[in-house]
């Protein structure tokens, strides 16, 4: 089955770029996300990537797909203590009701 | 606010009681899916429908829950007889649901159950 996997603590200053890796398993994955989770809260869609490009630029966001290696990541610039969160990487099925797989999240902590 | 809304956001119950959790999607989004979250996980899928239509169940999904879209529009989603197990987040997400379209979920706040 699919699975996708992610380090599970990043630490950075303020300031800093942040980069959060994920690998996955699924080679007909269509869509691959990316959701930031505060304390308490929903997941918020931060952005995806199709599985045809590699690479995807949203403001301090950079999110780079190696299909070949079935890995991801996101880059985040000039990072801020608002950025304080949980990051999960997903993985959306090509078939059926197109099921998304979560990673178990990383989270990343800002030190101002 | 035109997100996805869900209703409690937070619920304290008993074991052996019954809880009944609401989900209202973005207003034309076909697709409304049900997650569990426990902590330090990410979500895991429970079930998902196509308008009224529940297509698709995970195994995680015992027989003590149970899920109804009955217009297409919101959803319900019930936990009979509480275990302590069942304390997560409970995360709802909808989708477009058009054909051959990118099916990006968009989330709800999530309702945390504890059970004591």
């Known amino acids: 089955g699919e699975d996708v996997e992610q380090s599970l603590f990043l630490s950075v200053r303020e300031g800093d770029s942040s980069v959060i890796n994920c690998t996955y398993t699924?080679?007909?994955?269509?869509?691959l996300y990316w959701y930031k989770q505060e304390p308490g809260a929903g997941l918020q869609l931060l952005t995806y990537?199709?599985?045809?490009?590699d690479m995807k630029q949203d403001q301090r966001l950079t999110v780079l797909l190696n299909k070949k290696d079935k890995h991801l990541s996101l880059r985040i610039a000039d990072t801020q203590t608002g950025d304080s969160a949980i990051y999960f990487c997903a993985e959306q099925d090509s078939g059926g009701y197109q099921k998304v797989t979560f990673g178990t999240g990383t989270k990343l902590q800002v030190i101002p | 606010d035109t997100g996805v809304s869900q209703n409690p956001r937070h619920k304290i119950t008993k074991r052996g009681q019954n809880v009944t959790f609401r989900c209202d999607p973005i207003?034309?989004?076909?697709?409304l899916y049900w997650y569990r979250q426990t902590l330090g996980q990410g979500p895991e899928f429970l079930t998902y429908?196509?308008?009224?239509?529940?297509?698709?169940k995970s195994r995680l999904l015992s027989d003590r829950f149970s899920a109804e879209r009955p217009k297409g529009s919101f959803s319900t989603l019930e936990i009979q007889r509480t275990e302590q197990g069942d304390s997560a987040m409970y995360l709802c997400?909808?989708?477009?649901?058009?054909?051959?379209?990118?099916?990006?979920?968009?989330f709800g706040p999530g309702t945390r159950l504890l059970v004591l």
């Open positions: 990537i199709f599985s045809n490009m």
């Open positions: 997400a909808s989708s477009l649901g058009l054909a051959g379209n990118q099916q990006t979920q968009y």
């Open positions: 207003s034309e989004h076909n697709r």
């Open positions: 699924d080679s007909s994955s269509t869509y």
């Open positions: 429908f196509q308008n009224e239509a529940q297509l698709e």
